[in-house]
């Protein structure tokens, strides 16, 4: 028989089984509990990371809104320091050639509201009134400083008909336009001197301009200016359906037609119509300058293919 020394020892090692079972369960308690813990701090690093990163995204959100206000400051602060390629001159020439522009805008003004004619003789009368007031001055429109004096005054009348245009003022940027190409013209016919130019085919892109739609206006003068101060705003008018001019002065049409309706002179291609009808209305009176214009062309193509064949 087992003596009670080992009766009592089995029964600890039984005791101690059971204490173990009871450790074991304890463990495991704790051990879930902490993966709750590890899966709750995980949860709340996570939600914190997405807050941070939210806080992170409204930051950048709001510094890319700051920047975009500023870089729209500059520009406006840009466009309002901006020449639109005015020439750099002498404070003699500019105030020669701002007030030659003034009083071609105040005599044209001045035409129009007496009801004279057309916009062309409103013009052509307003830069005569504007060159004999000038007539003593150093910079007047003749002799060998002529065709750079043109080019000075008409990089004003650029400057400032862009300028009406960014404030709104397409009435008077149609005149400056005129006036750029009146001194275009006048600027090719010093330097073709001798030579049949534009003075009679001139007047229809100015009439052209007087009556122009904004898309035509803008195109017209963002095209000659080096700056990009009109191209937001000519965005804003390019879908604007452009109208042409016919040059018959009996057209039944009022106001212009479509530009892509138009139908150009083959011949000269200066003048268009809205119509073969009006084209051939329009022949005795346009038949002269165009075949001179025709012939001048002819000539100086052939010219040019003589000195290419050099």
Request: proline share 3%; aromatic share 8%.
């Amino acid at each position: 028989m087992p003596s009670k020394k080992k009766k009592n020892k089995a029964k600890g090692r039984k005791a101690a089984g059971k204490g173990g079972s009871k450790y074991a369960e304890g463990d495991a308690a704790v051990e879930q509990k902490m993966g709750a813990l590890d899966s709750q701090i995980q949860r709340l690093q996570i939600e914190e990371k997405r807050q941070s990163d939210d806080d992170e995204a409204a930051m950048l959100e709001e510094a890319i809104q700051l920047a975009a206000a500023e870089k729209k400051d500059i520009e406006a602060k840009e466009k309002e320091n901006c020449k639109h390629g005015i020439i750099p001159l002498s404070r003699s020439q500019e105030r020669f050639c701002r007030g030659y522009m003034q009083t071609v805008m105040n005599e044209y003004h001045a035409a129009a509201h007496r009801g004279e004619v057309d916009a062309i003789f409103w013009l052509t009368s307003a830069i005569d009134a504007a060159d004999a007031k000038y007539a003593n001055q150093q910079y007047v429109l003749m002799g060998p400083t002529r065709l750079a004096t043109m080019q000075r005054i008409k990089s004003f009348f650029l400057s400032e008909g862009t300028k009406f245009i960014l404030d709104g003022n397409y009435d008077d940027s149609r005149i400056s336009a005129m006036a750029v190409k009146c001194f275009d013209c006048l600027s090719i016919a010093v330097q073709k001197e001798g030579k049949t130019v534009d003075p009679a085919a001139a007047p229809a892109k100015m009439m052209e301009l007087s009556l122009a739609d904004e898309h035509t206006l803008e195109q017209f003068f963002r095209k000659k200016i080096p700056c990009s101060c009109l191209d937001e705003k000519y965005e804003e008018v390019r879908s604007i359906t452009k109208m042409g001019y016919c040059w018959n002065d009996k057209c039944p049409l009022p106001g212009g037609i479509r530009r892509s309706k138009m139908l150009c002179c083959t011949q000269c291609r200066k003048f268009s119509y809205c119509s073969r009808e009006c084209q051939m209305v329009d022949w005795p009176n346009h038949k002269e300058i165009c075949r001179a214009l025709f012939a001048e062309r002819n000539a100086e193509l052939v010219q040019k293919k003589g000195r290419d064949s050099t």
